[in-house]
């Protein structure tokens, strides 16, 4: 099984609301900035936004108001809460988790969920 496991992907209406969940182990949830990407097929992967280890966020300017990252520490997951969704965030939803300190990094993503929208 892999280190970051994804959930909540699916189909859903404009306008609608959707929450992405990634669970993780504690010692990577514990040392690990946590965040989401997506990729639409033939384009790049993009940051939606990330979660430092204390909790302090950061988006992307297109996504601020609309989606938001929070982490459950009881739960070692980092969710990702889309609302407002439009035509164009359809796309894979990638969990990441990425540690650096001392020259030294690591690495990790989820397997991936797809999110539609679509009326």
């Known amino acids: 099984q892999g280190k970051l496991v994804e959930s909540g992907g699916g189909l859903v209406q404009p306008g609608g609301s959707l929450k992405l969940s990634c669970e993780t182990s504690?010692?990577?949830?514990?040392?690990?900035?946590m965040g989401w990407y997506r990729q639409v097929s033939g384009n790049e992967r993009e940051l939606v936004g990330y979660?430092?280890?204390?909790?302090?966020?950061h988006y992307a300017d297109s996504l601020k108001g609309r989606f938001t990252i929070s982490r459950d520490y009881a739960k070692n997951t980092v969710y990702l809460q889309m609302n407002s969704l439009k035509l164009e965030d359809t796309a894979v939803y990638y969990c990441?988790?990425?540690?650096?300190?001392?020259?030294?990094?690591?690495?990790?993503w989820g397997q991936g969920t797809q999110v539609t929208v679509s009326s």
């Open positions: 504690e010692s990577i949830f514990s040392m690990y900035a």
């Open positions: 990441n988790a990425y540690f650096v300190e001392g020259g030294h990094e690591s690495e990790y």
């Open positions: 979660s430092s280890i204390g909790g302090t966020t």
